[in-house]
C-alpha cells in the first residue's frame, strides 16, 4: 500500500530536485513541475524544455511514462548547460552547485581509528534546505509532519501514563517486591565465581527444603506462606453509566461522582484514534515515514557491512556465552497450545495405557470413562498417530482462520479437547494440569527459556476468575520459568446468538468485576489473589479478518450494546483499556502489581486496528500489517513499542514467509522479538521457541548477534519482574544504549547498541528540532561540519553520540 512514490509524480525522482528536500517530502507545489519551480531554469532554458499540457496535469501517484521522460530530458539538458558553464569558467546556474572550500586532514572532524562514523548527522534533511531557494517552504512541510508525528506520541504517552502500563509504574518492578517461590539461585555471581552447589539450579522450598530445576513441579509452593493476605480497602468501586469500572477515595466520593482518576471516554478515545488514522492516511506523511524507513534500513545495512566482523570479534571475547545460554522469552504463545503434537500423543497414550476406567465425561445424561470415550469414535490407542489427530496446521488453513480453529481438536473431536486441553471439565482440568507440568520440566531443564502463557477468560461467566485461579494454585502451577497473560476472546455476537446474555456490558461485568472485588479485599477470593501475582497482562483474541460493518452513526454504550453484531475491535479494546487503567490505578496504591495491555494486532484485517495498538496498548503481537502503513510502522519505531512476531504461525495462516516483514522490522530498528504462537499447530521439536529461531536465522540470515538482539528483545517486552530482568541482561538493564548492555549477560555487543540508542536519539531529535520550527539559520549552522556538530549536541544534551568500539579486537 505504500510507494516510493510522492502523490506528485516527478518531483522527488529529479537528480537536481531530490537534495531539495528530505526524504518522502515534496518540493514543489501544486502546478509546478521538474526545475522551473526552483529558479533553476530561465524563461528561454524553461521554454526550450517545456513540458506537453498533457503532462502537466498528471497528478496520481502513478507512474506516467511520458512525464518522467521528459523529467530526465530536463535534467540532462541542465547538468549538460552548468558542465558548459563550469568549463568556462563562469559561476554556476544555482547555489547548490556553489563551491566549498576543501577541508584539510589535519582540520577535518575525523572519526578516531577503529570507529565507524555512521553517527547522528547521517541522512539528516536539514542541510540542502538551508542552502536552496524555497528552503523556507521545504521546512515549513517538514515542521507540519513533524508536529503531526509528535503529537501523536504526545497522545499516546499521556495514555500509557493514565493507565500506568509502563514499566516504572509497576510495583512488582521494585526492589521489595518478593516473589514466591523464590527463584533459583544463579550458579554464576557477578565476579564470575562459580559455585558448584547451585548447578541444576535448585531453589528454596518451604520447611527448608530445595529441588532441583525439572523436577517435582510446585513442591515449592505452599499456600499457607501467602498467608494472610492483605485486609479491605477504605476505598471503593463502581460501574458508571458507561460501563467502566469508576475507584473512589470513599463512599461520600462516589455519591459526588468524583473519581480518583479521570479515564478518557468513549467519545475522547475516538477524536484521538481518528487524529491516529488521518494522520497515517496522509499522503505527503505516508511518503515521509516511507522514506525514513527505507533509510533506517540501508544505514543498519550499512553499519553492517562496516562492523560485522568487529561485532564477531566482541562476541568471541564473551566468556561462557552464546545464543543457546542468553535468556528467551517466549512472548506470545497459547496454553492450551504449548505442547507439540508428539508430546500430546504420548500423554494421551500413557493415559489410554494407566487409567482407561477412569470416568473423564460427564455427556447426555450419563458419564463415561475414558476407554468408553474412545470407544465412541472407533479408535484405540493403538490407532492413535500424528496423523490420527490431525492438529497440525497446514496448506488448508491458509487465509481460513476457521478451519484453524478446528485443529485444537484432537481427532476433531471436541470432547477430546474438553477433556484434555480445558481447565473447567468433570476433572477439573487435572490432565491438563498434568502435562503442563510436565512441559514445565522441559523448560525448566532447558534452563534459558521462559514463556508467558496465555489462557482464557470468556466472560461467560462471573465464577471464571475463581475456577482458573483455584486451578493454577490447587496444581501448583508455579514456576520461575513461566508467567501468566490472560485472554478475552471477541464473542459477544456467539454468547449473544445462544441467548447467553443480553448485551456487551455483561461480558465487562464478568470479566473486571471480579478483579475490583479481590482489590477491595483480597479474603474474598484469596486463590484469586495469589494468581493474579503470576499474571502480567491481558490479551484480545479472535479472527482479526473478520469484516467490521459499522450499523451505527455513534456507537451506543456497552449497556445498550443488545444486538447480535459483535462489537468492533476498537470497541472491544477501549473497554478492556479504560477498565485496565482504573483497576491499576487502585492496585498501584495498594501495593499489588498493574497489568498491561498486549492484544492481538495487525495480523489480518482492517490496518487500523494498529492505530488503536499504539494508542492504547502496551505492545502488540504480530504487527505484520504494519508493512502497509509507514507512518504507524515508523511511530511503533520512535516509541519502540514491542511487537511479538510468529513468521511460522504466519505462514500457515496469512502470510508466506518470504513476504513476513520480520527481518525487514527488526533491520529498521523496530523493538521486535520472536514467538512460537502455538507449537501444537505449527512446530515439530521438543523446543518451539529455539525452532522458531533457527527458521528466522536460515530464512533471513541472521547472525549469532542478531539473534542474541532478538532474545534481549523478548526479555525486555516480557512482563517478568525486574529483579529477574537484571540477573538476566545486568542491573542497569533499564537505560537505553551502552549503558544498559552488559554483554556478558546479553552477548549483544555495545557497538550494536550504541547504533541502535545513537539511530533512535538521531530521529527523535529530528522531531524535536522540527517540532519546534527552527529557523533556516539554525539549519545553516548545522550544515558544514554536519557529524561533528551533532554529535556535539548530543554530547552536550547527553545524547550518545557517534558510536565506537570501546573492545578492540
Known sequence: MCSSHSERPGSNRNGVDLP?????????????????????????????????????????????????KSLSHAEAKLFYQHHQLAAKGDSPASPIFTGRPSTSHQTANTTPEGVHGLGLGMGLPQSAAAFVPGGDAVTSELSAIYRKIKDLL???????????????DDPRNKPEWQIYPPPPEPAWHEGKEYEPGNVGGPSDMAGGKRRKMGEDIGEDFDVAALEPVPGPASWTYRLDGNSVYQVYESDTAADEDKPAVHIPSLRDFYMDLDAVVDVSTDGPTKSFAFKRLSYLEGKFQLYALLNEYQEIADSKKVPHRDFYNVRKVDTHVHHSACMNQKHLLRFIKSKMRKSPDEVVLYRDGKHLTLREVFESINLTAYDLSIDTLDMHAHTDSFHRFDKFNLKYNPVGESRLREIFLKTDNYIKGRYLAEITKEVISDLESSKYQMVEWRISIYGRSIHEWDKLAAWVVDNKLFSPNVRWLIQVPRLYDVYKSSGMMENFEQVITNVFQPLFEVTRDPSSHPKLHIFLQRVV????????????????????????????????????IYFMFANIASLNNWRQRRGFNTFVLRPHCGEAGDPDHLAVGFLACHSISHGILLRKVPLLQYLYYLDQIGIAMSPLSNNALFLTYDKNPCASFFKRGLNVSLSTDDPLQFAFTKEPLIEEYSVAAQIYKFSAVDMCELAKHSVDQSGFELSLKKRWLGSNCGLPGVAGNNVAKSNVPDIREAFRQETLQAELSLIDRYARGSAPEEQHALAPGLLHTVNQAAIKTNQSPSFKNTNKA
Not at 504526545?154 to 516504572?168: G, I, T, V
Not at 467490521?548 to 443488545?562: A, G, L, Q, T
Open 154 to 168: 504526545d497522545r499516546r504517552s499521556k495514555y500509557m501514563a493514565l493507565s500506568l502500563q509502563r514499566p516504572e
Open 20 to 68: 531539495l528536500a528530505s526524504p518522502g517530502v515534496d518540493s514543489a507545489d501544486e502546478g509546478s513541475t521538474g526545475f522551473a519551480h526552483h529558479g533553476l531554469l530561465d524563461d528561454s532554458q524553461e521554454s526550450a524544455t517545456a513540458i506537453l499540457p498533457r503532462d502537466l496535469q498528471q497528478k496520481t501517484a502513478t507512474y506516467d511514462y511520458a512525464f518522467e
Open 537 to 572: 497482562g491481558f490479551d484480545s483474541v479472535d479472527d482479526e479478518s473478520k469484516a467490521e460493518r459499522r450499523f451505527y452513526r455513534k456507537y451506543p454504550i456497552p449497556r445498550d450494546w443488545n444486538t447480535k453484531q459483535n462489537p468492533p475491535y476498537s470497541y472491544w
